[in-house]
């Protein structure tokens, strides 16, 4: 219940049913890299969350194995820079502004 209420009444997922981030810089990508090893760098983007659109910034842990590129990029963003406010259900369970985004993500080359 309390998943359906946040989604549908403070994200309102059913009127804003997607979130877009568009990268438009990548910072600090190490000079060298081995196959298969970890790398950090940040990525850099406008993030859109029910039509309100804030610059973001990504810190990316990533791997690329031959040619296969897997990492996790995580970001902190304030509910109120995108226009909603945190969720609160009676004053019993009650969310901070900040939220955490975590974006998981396997890149293979097109064909």
């Not at 990508?29 to 760098?41: R, S, V």
């Not at 909603?84 to 900040?98: H, R, S, V």
Request: no cysteine; aromatic share 8%; charged share 25%.
């Amino acid at each position: 219940r309390r998943d359906n209420a946040i989604r549908q009444d403070w994200l309102e997922s059913a009127t804003y049913p997607i979130v877009t981030f568009t990268p438009t810089e990548i910072k600090n990508l190490p000079i060298e890299y081995t196959d298969g090893t970890d790398i950090t760098f940040e990525m850099v983007g406008d993030l859109t969350i029910r039509e309100t659109t804030r610059p973001v910034t990504f810190s990316v842990m990533a791997r690329l194995a031959g040619e296969k590129l897997t990492g996790t990029a995580t970001a902190t963003i304030l509910m109120s820079d995108f226009n909603f406010e945190a969720p609160d259900i009676a004053g019993i369970l009650k969310a901070e502004n900040e939220a955490k985004l975590e974006l998981k993500f396997v890149a293979l080359p097109t064909s």
